[in-house]
């Protein structure tokens, strides 16, 4: 199948992946196949900065421990961490040949790798992460690949910025249902404190905020131990 | 179209009304309200879109109760969308036709467009709230029927049960005498209800 047309496959199947609810995990590992399915490369992963700000593989083509330790020795140093260092894309390295990072070439040449190539993914200002290719051989890869390697590593950045909106989403979801609720429970104990002390609603309110103040409780909280019924507010204002 | 409007919903239960173009789509989500059923309640639970083209004739083996009293008032086709943002569900968009058919393609796309505004803009507005209150902007423009849920306290401590059961028995009083919730809580808030001494006014 010429590249192209499986680049255009893969991009694809990514955009079919990236409905709601989805595992981003699971997509990213899907796209590091595709790189080593579509780029010719020998294996790829992707690495993403935490909030702390220190790199972390979070997909890989292979779970051979060889390729996870040349992930894990690039937090200390590694095309990946000069990528999300400088945003720049690093890329052909011979590690026979490249005095950067010699740890790091020490034990990707002992994984059997020659070359290397790292690929930032970014958004407008921000660096999220890096893709990271290696090859057995220390060949040149074409640009018009690199282009196409570039395209997947950004597909895997929109994905990951989905999936953070989609937690954000989430989370503001649960605060508004929350204060929902909260005002709800408050008007149900407004009810229950006029009722069971003859009051109209504006005194029953006045009532349980006073308490809540007193005793130094959330209203909200107030509110709940009265419609449990483990508060009933026995002395309310008076109008 | 004829009209729209924003239902919240939360928990699968519909929570308020966040605005609402006229009387009749404030019928249709009361009516929702009142039941727990409608194109509305359906679009959240569901999270798609739903469609009903002719509320008289299909749309009455949907929805058992809904359909007399909204097509009563009117109305001929109803169309709810979900307020989503990924796979969070915020409430769902109302909108209605007096006369039945079907939304054209443009109708239907510009739809979800709205419904997906919509959800934006209440989740950016939430995100500006205190933690534990609801924005200042939803609370002013939201109807959340603070009445019934008075209500339910009220009758809770008229039959000593809690305050989920009384908002079922409200609703219950509602549906078996053909009334809108909000006005059944109206009459028990302001005394002229008592659910302890119903049995005897039924007599």
Known sequence: ???????????????????????????????????????????????????????????????????????????????????????????????????RWPQFAQRATAAGFRSVHALPMRLRGAVLGA????????????????????????????????????????????????????????EQAKGMIAQRHGVDMETAFTALRDHARAHNLRLADLARDVTDGRQDLATPGHP | MSGAGIMLMADDLAQ??????????????????????????????QGRPVV??????????RWAAFVEPVVAAGVGAVFGFPLRVGAVRLGALNLYRDSPGDLSDDQHADALV?????????????????????????ARSADLHVVVHQAAGMVAVQLGIGVTDALVRLRAHAFAYDRPLREVADDVVARRLRFDTLDDQDD
């Not at chain 1, 196409?148 to 249902?177: F, P, Y």
Request: hydrophobic share 45%; charged share 20%.
């Open chain 1, 1 to 99: 199948m010429a590249r192209e047309t499986m680049l255009a496959r893969a991009l694809v199947e990514l955009a079919d992946n990236l409905v709601s609810d989805f595992d981003v995990t699971e997509l990213l590992t899907v796209l590091t196949d595709r790189c080593v399915d579509v780029l010719d490369v020998s294996a790829a992963g992707i690495m993403l900065a935490s909030p702390a700000g220190d790199l972390r593989v979070m997909a890989s083509s292979s779970e051979e421990m060889r390729l996870l330790e040349l992930f894990e020795v690039q937090s200390q140093e590694g095309p990946c961490l000069d990528c999300y260092n400088t945003g720049e894309a690093v890329v052909n390295v011979d590690l026979g040949d490249d005095p």
């Open chain 1, 131 to 186: 893709l990271n290719m290696f090859n057995v051989d220390t060949g040149q890869v074409r640009p018009a690949d690199m282009a196409a390697a570039q395209a997947l590593a950004d597909v895997a950045t929109i994905a990951i910025i989905q999936h953070r909106a989609a937690a954000e989403a989430k989370l503001l979801n649960e605060q508004l249902s929350g204060a929902l609720n909260t005002r709800i429970v408050i």
């Open chain 2, 114 to 138: 709205l419904a997906d505004v919509a959800a934006e803009v209440i989740l950016l507005l939430q995100a500006r709230a205190p933690a534990g209150m609801l924005a200042d902007e939803l």
């Open chain 2, 16 to 45: 308020g009304s966040l605005c609402s173009t006229g009387p009749t789509s404030a019928l249709i989500e009361q009516v929702q309200y009142t039941l727990g059923e409608g194109p509305c309640v359906d679009a959240h639970r």
């Open chain 2, 52 to 61: 009903e083209p002719d509320l008289a004739g299909t749309g009455a083996g």
